[in-house]
């Protein structure tokens, strides 16, 4: 049998971090709460999640493992147009839902809401398509960046503005599936 990895600090990747941001425990913790607060406010309804990729799969999977309520699953992959370091607030649509939302009661789910210009797009082109609610859950967001207001319903955490990989997060493809979020060590850009 596989022994199942417990401390944060056995995992392979573990080596490359400076600083672990939000733990394991506290991402799960969190959205154990949330999923409580989703079972609630959905007990009725029949919810569907749309997350967008590809940073939102892990957060996801591991909310939607703790919601009772019924749950569909969609999701879109968007690229904002842009400088890496700046975005335009422009998004095109890579993959479009599967779904038709209208009249559905959809949640988005985010990794995190940087400047929220992604959200923003994405809101205002879902609402267009008629769903009978539209909410959003981020795991995380940068108050420091945020440019524009987000009505998001359900949020984990507040992060300081700097670079963080891990849980759905990446650094050129790579750190997505830590279980934390954390801070890469200087030496890692370098190599
Ligand atoms: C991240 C994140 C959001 C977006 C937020 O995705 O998952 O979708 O950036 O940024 P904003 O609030 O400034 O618009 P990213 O573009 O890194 O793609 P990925 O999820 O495929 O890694």
Redesign the pocket.
């Known amino acids: 049998m596989v022994g199942a990895r417990t401390a944060q600090t056995d995992h392979p990747l573990h080596d490359d971090i400076d600083n672990v941001v939000v733990s394991s425990e506290q991402i799960q913790e969190r959205l154990q709460d949330i999923a409580a607060e989703i079972d609630l406010q959905y007990a009725d309804r029949n919810v569907l999640l749309v997350g ?5 799969f892990i957060v996801m999977a591991d909310l939607a493992r703790y919601l009772t309520v019924p749950v569909e699953f969609d999701f879109m992959a968007v690229s ?1 147009y842009g400088s890496a370091t700046q ?1 335009s607030g422009v998004v095109r649509i890579l993959k479009d839902l599967d779904l038709d939302i209208a009249g559905r009661h959809v949640l988005v789910v ?10 923003n797009y994405l809101l205002r082109n879902l609402r267009a398509r008629g769903p009978a609610s539209l909410e959003i859950m981020a795991l995380l967001s940068k108050p420091d960046q945020i440019r524009v207001d987000l009505p998001i319903r359900y949020h984990g955490f507040q992060v300081p503005n700097v670079f963080v990989v891990g849980y759905g997060l ?1 650094y050129a493809e790579r750190y997505r599936h830590l279980p934390y979020v954390g801070t890469l060590k200087p030496s890692v850009y370098r190599d």
């Open positions: 967008v990729l590809k940073g939102a904002s975005t985010e990794d995190i809401v940087d400047s929220g210009l992604t959200l990446d």
